[in-house]
């Protein structure tokens, strides 16, 4: 059985409000895309796929800028997701046997409470986004939470968020081009796995399980850099003794980024980054994940290729069974194939 672990999905009662909300592009955005919404048209989807089944979380956009920074209009509305993905999954096991959460950490205390009912509620585990409104994961504020999915044992969903706001060049006020995506979010993924590395988040919460999606990013083809670049921390920076954090973490740079952290398999159907990503990652710490259904095909593509380029990939039949369900129910602790 092949459980797509990062699939995205919006639940009725929290679409109507999302397409109200009048945040730029998102009406148009989801409006082209039915089965983002329409559970009807979303099992048919599935039913394509012999043995295949799907997580379901929240695409976007991250609720803190759909609030404008309003806490507790955020964890309301994450409330609305997780309520209704409770609802969704109840009721339709056979083709969606679990989901993730959505909390926002606008207001960390808040977000890790939600995060708590929601696991009582059956989520797999947790999903945020790699900055929250523009602010680092790192930032003290957001402790609350990570140190909460710590003790619960369960994992957190790591989806990038960033905009046109972000430009390429200082000189600049927007990203042009929609570099902010294609380029943009493998960055960003990469950099909140540095923050959280270097802020030493992953040495104080060893429970921490963080899934990266995309495959980590730009992650895996940096494994020089990473590896003997950042060993030499600190040499091209002299405002401040960056070397002696070195010596603060409990391990190379490269380790936490190789065996501490989980990917995902959702490369856009790229053969290439499919194999780096392999290559890369611990065969423990990958799971099969498609991101349906952000595809030119409004569904089907991703999943398509996604599965035919692993079923081409040879490897032990114990090994794919890892991947394609094994890896994942042993990190939320959830049996998910019957």
Request: hydrophobic share 40%; net charge neutral.
């Amino acid at each position: 059985m092949r459980i797509d672990a990062y699939t995205h999905f919006i639940p009725q009662k929290f679409f109507d409000t999302i397409v109200q909300s009048g945040h730029p592009d998102i009406g148009k955005r989801v409006r082209e895309i039915p089965c983002i919404h329409d559970l009807g048209i979303r099992k048919k989807i599935v039913e394509q796929f012999k043995d295949y089944a799907q997580i379901l979380s929240y695409p976007q956009p991250p609720l803190e800028v759909m609030t404008k920074g309003d806490g507790a209009l955020a964890n309301e509305y994450a409330k609305v997701v997780n309520d209704g993905f409770a609802d969704i999954i109840e009721k339709n096991r056979a083709h969606f046997p679990g989901w993730v959460a959505q909390v926002s950490l606008v207001a960390p205390d808040a977000g890790a409470a939600e995060a708590e009912r929601a696991v009582k509620m059956g989520a797999l585990g947790v999903q945020i986004f790699t900055n929250i409104a523009g602010r680092p994961l790192d930032d003290p504020a957001f402790e609350p939470f990570f140190a909460t999915m710590n003790r619960l044992d369960k994992p957190v969903w790591l989806h990038p968020a960033r905009a046109s706001n972000f430009p390429d060049y200082l000189s600049e006020k927007k990203s042009k081009y929609e570099i902010w995506w294609t380029f943009g979010w493998s960055y960003e993924t990469a950099a909140a796995m540095a923050r959280l590395v270097f802020s030493r988040i992953m040495d104080k919460y060893p429970k921490l399980k963080i899934i990266t999606h995309h495959f980590g990013g730009i992650v895996p083809m940096l494994e020089g850099r990473i590896g003997p670049g950042w060993d030499q921390l600190g040499a091209r920076t002299s405002d401040e003794d960056l070397h002696a954090l070195l010596g603060q973490l409990k391990k190379r740079p490269l380790e936490y980024f190789k065996h501490d952290f989980y990917a995902d398999t959702a490369v856009f159907g790229g053969v290439p980054a499919t194999h780096c990503g392999l290559d890369f990652y611990d065969l423990d710490k990958i799971v099969f994940a498609s991101d349906c259904p952000f595809d030119p095909e409004k569904g089907t593509m991703y999943a398509r290729e996604t599965l035919h380029i692993l079923e081409g990939i040879e490897m032990p039949k114990a090994d794919k069974e890892k991947i394609w369900h094994g890896n994942l129910e042993r990190i939320t602790g959830t049996k998910l194939v019957k």
